[in-house]
């Protein structure tokens, strides 16, 4: 099993920049591929970018190519999202997921096990 935590979302102006963390317990974490997702308000929660458990493939959501990148280490239960060029639209609660299949990019929520409770990001104009 993986309980997950984010952390390092907050207010940030467009354009700017932030990193989110997800730091992981449990020893399933180095085989799971991770995933980050977003939910707005009155949106469904959507798929945004994910890594394989080695790190050596990642997939991106088409409205994040280009701005956001995804990461992990394993030697220090984590991964990251870098987020650059942020927009408005961007503001959301972000979430990170393990999927326990670690070798696979798959985009669909259901497909991941383990949820963190989720950050905010907010973005202003």
């Known amino acids: 099993q993986v309980q997950l935590v984010e952390s390092g979302g907050g207010l940030v102006q467009a354009g700017g920049s932030l990193t989110l963390s997800c730091t992981a317990s449990?020893?399933?974490?180095?085989?799971?591929?991770m995933g980050w997702f977003r939910q707005a308000p009155g949106k469904e929660r959507e798929f945004l970018a994910v890594i394989t458990w080695s790190g050596r493939a990642t997939r991106y959501a088409d409205s994040v190519k280009g701005r956001f990148t995804i990461s992990r280490d394993n030697a220090k239960n984590a991964a990251y999202l870098q987020m650059n060029s942020l927009k408005p639209e961007d503001t959301a609660v972000y979430y990170c997921?393990?999927?326990?299949?670690?070798?696979?990019?798959?985009?669909?929520?259901?497909?991941?096990?383990?949820w963190g409770q989720g950050t905010q990001v907010t973005v202003s104009s």
């Open positions: 449990g020893r399933t974490f180095s085989s799971s591929a």
């Open positions: 997921a393990a999927n326990p299949r670690g070798t696979v990019t798959i985009a669909a929520l259901r497909e991941y096990d383990y």
